[in-house]
């Protein structure tokens, strides 16, 4: 799990501590990804004015010698930097293990890129930002996905060379959208449907105006091809589209150019997710790029389950869908059932709109109808499946530094 933090607006020591909760909770799977600072509506809001560029990076830097010092330094310490002056400084407790979540830094600037190699463990970088930033009239296919993989390769071993040199390892992400279907057309159908026939235009004119890119100073043949190719590309990462054995090549390849690892999302994470697991994942097990799942492990990884969870997937026709969880003390006679449910409304394409979570508490498990019924108003009668699975598995991420 990856926590953002905008240096300038959270003092270290107050995230230090919040982030070092979050890790003993997560019993070590808790990351930082720090962020210098970008959108300048976001410091508007907390009446924060932003710094120069390359500053930005220079006041990061003292806020993660801090933020290091409280996790791993000494019992006490001053600090006196040029941005942070510390006195007498106690931080506790430290975080899981007698170790330090992983940090990882995004950007593409020469600054950002220097500050990631001097202090973090990964680098996240855009397989696309360039393409869309330097798209002509063309567009999207105006370079081959090949061409971006070889690009991408040579970006990667020249960021480990760099990082090699200051006698520091750092791991490389990505980011991009998965659609995925049991058929190539099906999947390349639906991707035409929702980052084509139903673009988030106002999205994706905010996201170039943020990189300066508006109608104002940019020509109209060229603007409109960097619309069209954040679109295609949806809004700024790569496109997965296609079958199971298709999107776990695409994913594979990513691995060949020395990826280690991506954050992708999906157009409807209720419908998509469980088909995801069930489909694609083992395929990247056997090809070596991910520990196979054990047998005792629920069959999407939801959310973590000890023995006394059960993990529900309620299924339902247009309008709606659901994924749910229930907790059950299985030594109560009349068991006490929370119901944590996460859903989104369905358009007559299966589209997903806006999603919800509420958590529902009740008496017995004979009341989740009902209750579904009142609280989310639809007709109970609609349940056409529940399938509950138990699981005793406990998840351990990658141990860190």
């Given at each position: 799990m990856f926590g953002t933090v905008h240096a300038p607006l959270f003092h270290p020591l107050i995230a230090a501590k919040q982030m070092v909760t979050a890790d003993l909770v997560g019993e070590g799977r808790f990351g930082l990804n720090i962020v210098a600072g970008w959108n300048e509506s976001e410091f508007e809001m907390f009446?924060?004015?932003?710094?120069?560029?390359?500053?930005?990076?220079?006041?990061?830097?003292?806020?993660?010698?801090?933020?290091?010092?409280?996790?791993?330094?000494?019992?006490?310490?001053?600090?006196?930097?040029?941005f942070l002056k510390l006195k007498e400084v106690r931080a506790k407790p430290k975080p899981f293990g007698g170790t330090r979540p992983?940090?990882?830094?995004a950007g593409a600037s020469p600054a950002c890129r220097a500050f990631a190699l001097r202090n973090c463990d990964a680098f996240f970088t855009s397989l696309s930002s360039a393409r869309i930033?330097?798209?002509?009239?063309?567009?999207?296919?105006?370079?081959?996905?090949?061409?971006?993989?070889?690009?991408?390769?040579?970006?990667?071993?020249?960021?480990?060379?760099?990082?090699?040199?200051?006698?520091?390892?750092?791991?490389?992400?990505?980011?991009?959208?998965?659609?995925?279907?049991?058929?190539?057309?099906?999947?390349?159908?639906y991707y035409h449907w929702a980052n084509v026939e139903n673009a988030e235009w106002p999205a994706i004119?905010?996201?170039?105006?943020?990189?300066?890119?508006?109608?104002a100073n940019t020509a109209p043949d060229v603007l409109q091809s960097k619309r069209r190719t954040m679109a295609l590309s949806g809004i700024g990462g790569?496109?997965?589209?296609?079958?199971?054995?298709?999107?776990?090549?695409?994913?594979?390849?990513?691995?060949?150019?020395?990826?280690?690892?991506?954050?992708?999302?999906?157009?409807?994470?209720?419908?998509?997710?469980?088909?995801?697991?069930?489909?694609?994942?083992?395929?990247?097990?056997?090809?070596?790029?991910?520990?196979?799942?054990?047998?005792?492990?629920?069959?999407?990884?939801?959310?973590v389950l000890t023995p006394i969870y059960y993990f529900l997937l309620l299924e339902m026709p247009a309008p709606a869908s659901w994924a749910a969880f229930a907790r059950v003390d299985p030594a109560n006679p009349r068991p006490r059932v929370e119901l944590f449910l996460g859903y989104q409304l369905l358009d007559d394409r299966q589209h997903a709109g806006t999603a919800h979570l509420t958590v529902i508490r009740i008496e017995?498990?004979?009341?989740?109808?009902?209750v579904l019924h009142s609280d989310l108003g639809v007709e109970a009668s609609a349940l056409?499946?529940?399938?509950?699975?138990?699981?005793?598995?406990?998840?351990?991420?990658p141990r860190r530094m």
């Amino acid at each position: 799990m990856f926590g953002t933090v905008h240096a300038p607006l959270f003092h270290p020591l107050i995230a230090a501590k919040q982030m070092v909760t979050a890790d003993l909770v997560g019993e070590g799977r808790f990351g930082l990804n720090i962020v210098a600072g970008w959108n300048e509506s976001e410091f508007e809001m907390f009446g924060v004015s932003q710094r120069e560029h390359d500053e930005r990076y220079r006041y990061a830097e003292e806020w993660l010698d801090v933020m290091m010092l409280a996790w791993t330094g000494p019992e006490q310490f001053d600090y006196d930097g040029r941005f942070l002056k510390l006195k007498e400084v106690r931080a506790k407790p430290k975080p899981f293990g007698g170790t330090r979540p992983l940090i990882m830094n995004a950007g593409a600037s020469p600054a950002c890129r220097a500050f990631a190699l001097r202090n973090c463990d990964a680098f996240f970088t855009s397989l696309s930002s360039a393409r869309i930033m330097k798209a002509e009239p063309g567009g999207y296919a105006a370079s081959s996905d090949i061409d971006l993989i070889e690009l991408t390769a040579q970006n990667v071993a020249g960021i480990k060379a760099e990082a090699q040199a200051q006698g520091r390892e750092i791991e490389v992400y990505t980011q991009g959208q998965v659609i995925c279907r049991r058929t190539q057309k099906e999947a390349e159908d639906y991707y035409h449907w929702a980052n084509v026939e139903n673009a988030e235009w106002p999205a994706i004119d905010r996201m170039l105006e943020l990189h300066n890119v508006t109608a104002a100073n940019t020509a109209p043949d060229v603007l409109q091809s960097k619309r069209r190719t954040m679109a295609l590309s949806g809004i700024g990462g790569r496109p997965y589209v296609g079958t199971p054995d298709k999107v776990a090549e695409d994913m594979a390849t990513l691995a060949r150019a020395s990826l280690r690892g991506i954050a992708f999302s999906f157009v409807n994470f209720v419908k998509d997710a469980p088909f995801f697991c069930a489909e694609v994942l083992p395929r990247l097990a056997r090809m070596g790029l991910r520990a196979a799942r054990t047998a005792t492990r629920n069959r999407c990884s939801y959310g973590v389950l000890t023995p006394i969870y059960y993990f529900l997937l309620l299924e339902m026709p247009a309008p709606a869908s659901w994924a749910a969880f229930a907790r059950v003390d299985p030594a109560n006679p009349r068991p006490r059932v929370e119901l944590f449910l996460g859903y989104q409304l369905l358009d007559d394409r299966q589209h997903a709109g806006t999603a919800h979570l509420t958590v529902i508490r009740i008496e017995s498990a004979g009341e989740v109808l009902p209750v579904l019924h009142s609280d989310l108003g639809v007709e109970a009668s609609a349940l056409i499946a529940v399938h509950v699975v138990r699981s005793s598995a406990s998840f351990h991420g990658p141990r860190r530094m």
